[in-house]
């Protein structure tokens, strides 16, 4: 690479300072020169690009807090519905989208306010999404194999998958979901020399274009990753569209508005949501490393990715799971109208 990792980070520390000291009218402690050089370095409007870029983690986080905690409640207060290996798995995978989420939203509101984290929270925080997010792709995994021996083993699904099993298997996702990150990061930071310079925010997309300024085993960990995500993606498509394929003499693909193809449709746009962000995170990076790109093109797609193209399906998927399970839109609708009621009902009790 042209630039070096030290040197980038400088360049970022340097344009942070000087877009922050503009933005609040006060001037650094440099002459003209060395501030119009630095000026052409700067890696674009940064600054209040990344205030940009925060309105699409808060109206996810906003939009997701509202539907998510009352998608849990209808399925923990049923009975009927909290014993579904389905609805378990479908609560456990959107309190992995809203935990990311959280800590996504709080990562960014702190970079915009310029509120400095120290090195461990920062680590602590990357550690949280890299296993919340974890969790989401290998509770959707599950989820594939719940339907799988739903639709294909009939007889011997509720021994293979009873309720208690199902809440094990929870179990053993969110520890397999902490397990690897954990594995990643200490592997990263035992391997890895202490660092001249360090970068003063914790910014994911900016992270992610700092390591492909490190040494080679930073660049293998990091095209790695994706990768095994995005091979994660792909065996969980080619499930349901095996699937499809074994059910297809069976009828129920043969209206497009039928229950099942409805329902197929849904996950196969959830998996395209899931799928496409990192994969053009995967195309990205090749690029920026054989510098097809330069470093302002690649911080921008990767700031688009991350704040926008990531979070989207985390906010959209619960409402297209509300409305698509019968048993959670009736017992949403029953819950809305019973809190309607109890706020009309001491209207009519003085009239």
């Not at 021996?149 to 309720?163: G, Q, R, T």
């Amino acid at each position: 690479m042209n630039i070096s990792e030290c040197s980038l980070l400088r360049i970022i520390n340097a344009s942070l300072m000087l877009q922050r000291e503009s933005y609040t009218n006060h001037s650094l402690n440099m002459d003209k020169p060395s501030q119009y050089m630095l000026r052409e370095w700067t890696i674009h409007p940064l600054y209040s690009e990344m205030k940009m870029f925060l309105i699409s983690p808060i109206v996810c986080f906003v939009a997701a807090l509202f539907v998510i905690p009352s998608i849990l409640f209808a399925i923990f207060s049923n009975i009927s519905i909290r014993q579904e290996t389905r609805f378990l798995l479908l609560g456990n995978a959107l309190v992995s989208d809203l935990i990311y989420l959280l800590f996504y939203t709080t990562t960014t509101i702190c970079n915009v306010m310029n509120v400095k984290l120290s090195r461990n929270v920062c680590a602590l925080l990357l550690f949280l999404l890299a296993a919340t997010y974890c969790g989401g792709v290998l509770t959707a995994a599950a989820m594939v194999v719940d339907i799988y021996l739903a639709v294909l083993w009939p007889l011997h699904y509720l021994l293979l998958l009873s309720p208690s099993r199902t809440k094990k298997l929870i179990v053993l996702l969110w520890f397999s979901s902490c397990f690897f990150p954990a594995i990643l990061f200490l592997a990263l930071y035992f391997t890895q020399k202490p660092k001249p310079c360090e970068l003063e925010l914790c910014s994911l997309p900016i992270i992610f274009i700092i390591t492909l300024h490190g040494d080679d085993t930073i660049r293998l960990f990091h095209i790695l990753l994706v990768t095994a995500f995005i091979l994660c993606l792909l065996s969980i498509l080619c499930c349901y569209l095996l699937i499809c394929y074994k059910t297809r003499e069976t009828g129920i693909w043969k209206s497009v508005s039928s229950r099942a193809s409805v329902t197929f449709l849904m996950h196969h746009i959830i998996l395209f949501f899931y799928f496409c962000p990192l994969l053009l995170l995967l195309t990205e990076s090749l690029l920026y490393i054989n510098k097809v790109i330069g470093l302002r093109t690649g911080l921008w797609l990767t700031l688009t990715i991350c704040n926008v193209l990531l979070v989207l399906p985390k906010g959209v998927s619960p409402y297209l799971y509300a409305f698509r399970y019968r048993e959670i839109y009736k017992s949403l609708k029953l819950f809305f109208k019973l809190k309607q009621h109890s706020l009309v009902a001491p209207v009519h009790r003085f009239t």
